[in-house]
């Protein structure tokens, strides 16, 4: 079977206008800006409006508009959206078919929503890439795109100074013929046994949220932090290890690592396991907290838009979240 080359064709991102700081914060829990920047990184993140305009797929449209600018194309080439979000705009239908319809594509093209939060980018991608490879399809729209803000309990600070909503896509598509830009290898993953490290058990089919766990706050989502940094540290390092193994490279030749922005500490550390240069090292945790699914992507968009990523350049994705889910993609920009 002929096999074709993946290439990211476009990127675009939509962050929402208002800005929540950890001085805000301040001010609705008992925390400071110092503990949130020494434990974490994050500096301020940014909160959908509630009134509507910014929810998941009205960010995923916005910053399709910039992927589709970037690549010179129109929406109809696109063969299948993959939605990544563990905030859908509803339960049904899925985000990805809402999208489609925002977007005016009329070519029926698949739509198909993610839940593997922090990783649920990296898993579109490594996904779109294998159709794309077989000739599946010739074009995906990749997104992760969150708005946490709904499920944060703003009354608990271990929570809520964390995370941000955010949108972040790519446009891939099979690489012209003699073109250089390429996924390397990929690599997807889970454990469930670590579920409980991160969970959000009332609202499912299971437990259906009633008045008592509105009254009591048992609804949101609960994390046990201190465990998810274990891991997380040592899955990220191991992620990006098996997609190097796989494509018979080294660090070395790695330009850029995107990791999951959760908190700068695990991104730190997952450097140091390593051995990579900090200034290979892609952040913004500080701007914008842990979007979820969207960090990665909004991370690659902006290091291209700022020239730091270049074509020609190896870039490694590498991801994490709840489930535990975790994946990584080495890909030739
Ligand atoms: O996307 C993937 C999922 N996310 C992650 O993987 C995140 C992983 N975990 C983390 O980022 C960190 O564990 C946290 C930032 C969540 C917590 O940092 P930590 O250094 O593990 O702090 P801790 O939970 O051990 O808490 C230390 C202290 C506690 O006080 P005591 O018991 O020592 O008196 C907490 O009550 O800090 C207290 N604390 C806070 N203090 C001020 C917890 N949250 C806050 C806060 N402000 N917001």
Excluded at 19 to 30: A, F, S
Excluded at 95 to 117: E, F, M, P, R, V
Excluded at 125 to 137: K, P, R, V
Aim: net charge neutral.
């Amino acid at each position: 079977m002929r096999h074709y080359q993946t290439k990211i064709l476009g990127t675009g991102i939509y962050l929402p206008k208002r800005i929540l700081t950890n001085t805000d914060l301040e001010k609705m829990v008992e925390t400071s800006d110092q503990w949130i920047v020494e434990r974490t990184g994050i500096k301020e993140r940014r909160i959908c409006s509630p009134d509507g305009g910014e929810f998941p797929t009205d960010m995923a449209y916005h910053a399709t508009q910039q992927a589709l600018k970037m690549a010179n194309l129109s929406p109809n080439v696109i063969d299948m959206i993959l939605f990544g979000s563990v905030t859908p705009d509803m339960k049904l239908p899925n985000s990805a078919s809402i999208l489609q319809t925002k977007l005016g594509i009329t070519n029926k093209c698949a739509c198909l929503d993610l839940a593997a939060a922090c990783s649920g980018f990296v898993y579109g991608l490594n996904m779109a890439h294998a159709m794309i490879q077989t000739g599946m399809i010739k074009t995906a729209l990749v997104i992760g795109s969150e708005m946490l803000s709904r499920e944060v309990n703003w009354k608990d600070r271990s929570i809520c100074i964390l995370f941000g909503d955010g949108c972040g896509v790519a446009l891939v598509g099979r690489a012209p013929e003699g073109d250089s830009s390429a996924i390397l290898s990929t690599y997807l993953g889970a454990d469930g046994t670590g579920k409980e490290f991160f969970d959000q058990p009332i609202g499912g089919a299971v437990t259906p949220i009633t008045a008592k766990h509105l009254v009591e706050e048992s609804h949101y989502m609960k994390m046990k932090g201190g465990e998810m940094f274990k891991v997380a540290t040592r899955t990220l390092a191991q992620c990006a290890k098996y997609v190097l193994d796989d494509a018979k490279m080294s660090l070395e030749q790695v330009d850029w690592l995107i990791p999951h922005q959760a908190n700068l500490r695990i991104i730190e550390t997952t450097g140091k396991i390593l051995g990579i240069p900090e200034n290979k090292v892609i952040i913004n945790i500080q701007k914008y907290g842990n979007t979820s699914a969207a960090t990665v992507p909004i991370a690659f968009h902006e290091a291209v838009t700022e020239g730091k990523i270049k074509r020609g350049d190896v870039v490694l994705l590498d991801a994490f979240g709840a489930g535990l889910t975790f994946g990584s993609t080495l890909l030739r920009y």
